[in-house]
């Protein structure tokens, strides 16, 4: 099952090798990882978007974590009011169709275009992951010709 | 002052009395601070060497262990003494020198990347890439190493910083955010296991290795006494609980007791105080203890299930928390053990730890051990190396007091004994220190015997030369139809090795001279290699093949 959590660790140096050895050593599964600096300069904020069989290794993860000298304090979102996001950057062919159906698309979802050439759409996507999955299988249809998106981050309500 | 004097001069305000090490290019400057300074220098014959005689040093004394190394191969060498002392929770601060920060990442001449190398087997690392953060990075090592559930911390530093000056100011205190270990049980939890101890008619203590490290040997004592609770130690808590006292249960697991298991397996409630439940102990995990609910006080929470699904974790140091547990135990609620102690007595009776002694004429690995316990009254400082070796010595020396058996559990390091007895040697001058060697695992660091030469170190040496790495050859002969490949030893004569590097050496080879040697053995003033010739295809009994329930043991059963 697909968890959030969120570590906040000691803006320093090689911290993230220190989150990624540990998800290698113990063979835990990273979706997505995002880390930034937050509010507070010294604070660094890692979002984990982690895949755990079970309850246990979820709580494995969490305290594994939560023992690397440099985190400061996990939060596990599983059970808790959240917001998440994330963006995604996409191409899409021009063409009289494509041209058509994005119109109606940014309509009705939060798609941005940051720009139109002759050859293609420059898309930018930022929502939750549902609405994410949604938009996404309707340009798919269109042809996507690149994609990338960041990792996940996420807020307590 | 210069970063290397920095260095010396924190290690002095942090009680540093010896350093186990081996010089190269970039720790000239170190060493050379060394010259003069009152900080004992031992140097070994190869770096991993000086990280098992760090780690011996530690475990026999409870303060922290200090090696130090060289660059490139010198710190790659530290690795498997810094990963054995990880797996055993063994505080120790490896320094290892590092090429010139102007170099880092360039390939240079003996570079390694020894915080990315370390990373997963340290419980912190720092690379020094500014001399004013010497000082404090030397503190919080300290203090990293030695609190909480402790464990070795690397410190590597650039030769460039060791000679930079920089104003020196020792901090005197450390605060982190990010860490802070729970060294009491909550009151809470502390009720709730109180409830499950007073409600069981089968309880189980298992005393890991925590009970040593927190020095909980009292604590745990009295807890036993007032409520009557059998006591298992693990291979990493023996000392920790007095084997001669009628609660003993000796060891659970692969080649525990067999009353422990049985009483493991047949308890209603196992409280584990200080022990992970590795592998080792608890066999095939659905037939753990299958009836039993599981109190489990440990330091680390990341201890708590992860094997096995506990009922009460209780996060905190284990002297603390079962002075806590006794403290507030109403005698008068305890159920009465009289059957329970007359179940496992019928055990105990029926199958004892025991060996073939009328069956051979050759010597008995068992036998040695015993008359080893019998002539020094259970009282020196055993080290073993890993293997039969290492099985025989725990099952057959009775040990009473913590820090008297030393041993590379967790990590199973052959190589570890010799020179970990060599730093529990320099710790403890005044009492006996006794290696229990393989044939095998002697050679992989025999060099030391000129450590032991160069320092006129007492420290005996007691080889089990069964001309095999026994231990695998035991799994090969139960398990693959007795196909030795790989384990058979072409020896070199140990007596002659041991007279080469100007140590007396013994061979034994007859059962009649078994108790003679021995006493000859312990009268020397002085170190000696003792080679034993023992039946050569002895096993480690009882024994829980690997996977299998711990009730299901092979060898040992009447």
Known sequence: MRHTIQALVENRFGVLARVASLFSARGYNIESLAVGETHDPTVSCMTIVVNAEDERILEQIKKQLNKLIDVIIVIDFTRREYVDRDLILTKILNNDRNKKAIEGLVKKFPIKIIEETKEDFLLEICSDRHQEDEILKQLKSLGIKELVRTGRIAIGK | ????????????????EVIFGYPGGTVIPIFDCLYDAPIKFILTRHEQAAAHAADGYARSTGKVGVCLSTSGPGATNLITGIATAHMDSVPMIAITGQVKTSLIGNDAFQEADVTGVTRSISKYNYLVKDVKALAYTIKEAFYLASTGRPGPVVIDLPVDIQ???ADFNYPEKIEMRSYDPTYYGHPGQIKKALKLIYESKKPVVIAGGGIIISEAHNELLKFAEKTKIPVSATLMGLGGFPSTNDLFLGMPGMHGTVYANMAITE?????????????????????????????????????ISKNIKVDIPIVGDAKNVLGQLTEEIDESKLSDLGKWHKKIDGWKKKSPLAYDKHGSNKIKPQHVIEEICKQTEGKAIIVTEVGQNQMWASQFYKYDYPRQFLSSGGLGTMGYGFPAAIGAKIANPEKEVIVIAGDGSIQMNIQE???????????????????????????????????????????????KVA?????????????????????KILLAKKSIVADFRIEPEENVFPMVPAGEAINRMIGGMA
């Open chain 2, 449 to 495: 015997l000129a450590t032991l030469s160069t320092y006129n170190l007492n420290v005996k040496i007691i080889i089990l030369n069964n001309g095999y790495l026994g231990m695998v050859r035991q799994w090969q002969e139960l398990f693959y139809d007795r196909r030795y490949a790989g384990t058979t030893l072409k020896n070199p004569d140990f007596v």
């Open chain 2, 1 to 16: 002052m210069k970063g290397a004097k920095i260095l010396i001069e924190s290690l002095i305000r942090e009680g540093v």
């Open chain 2, 163 to 165: 000679i930079q000056d």
């Open chain 2, 267 to 303: 308890s209603d409630l196992l409280i584990s105080v200080g022990s992970r439940f590795d592998d080792r102990v608890t066999g095939r995990l659905d037939a753990f203890a299958p009836e039993a609910k599981i109190i489990h006080v440990d330091i680390d929470p990341t201890s």
């Open chain 2, 499 to 519: 007279e080469g590097y100007g140590i007396d050496g013994i061979r034994v080879e007859k059962i009649s001279d078994v108790e003679s040697s021995v006493k």
